[in-house]
C-alpha cells in the first residue's frame, strides 16, 4: 500500500469513486450524488479540467478527467 502522498491535505477534497476499491458501492449519499462524509478524496492537484487523487482508505493515486473548465475537451 502506497503511503499518503504528502501534498494529501484535509481540506482539499472531491467526490469522485476510486477506481481500485470501490468503497462508495453500498452508500445512498454517494449514489444519490451527494457529499458523502465518509466517500471523498483527497484533491492532490488538478491540471485544467484533469483531477490528481488519492483515495485515503486504499490510498490509490489516479487522474480523473472531468472535461470541466481550463483545458477540458468535450466527450462527443
Do not use: K
Request: net charge negative; hydrophobic share 30%.
Amino acid at each position: 500500500m502506497l503511503p499518503l502522498d504528502p501534498h494529501a491535505d484535509l481540506g482539499r477534497r472531491a467526490w469522485v469513486p476510486c477506481p481500485r476499491c470501490r468503497d462508495d458501492m453500498d452508500c445512498g449519499d454517494c449514489a444519490s450524488n451527494r457529499n458523502c462524509g465518509a466517500h471523498w478524496r483527497y484533491l492532490i492537484s488538478n491540471t485544467g479540467s484533469v483531477l490528481h487523487l488519492q483515495c485515503p482508505g486504499c490510498t490509490h493515486l489516479w487522474n480523473h478527467e472531468t472535461y470541466f473548465g481550463a483545458g477540458g475537451t468535450t466527450p462527443f
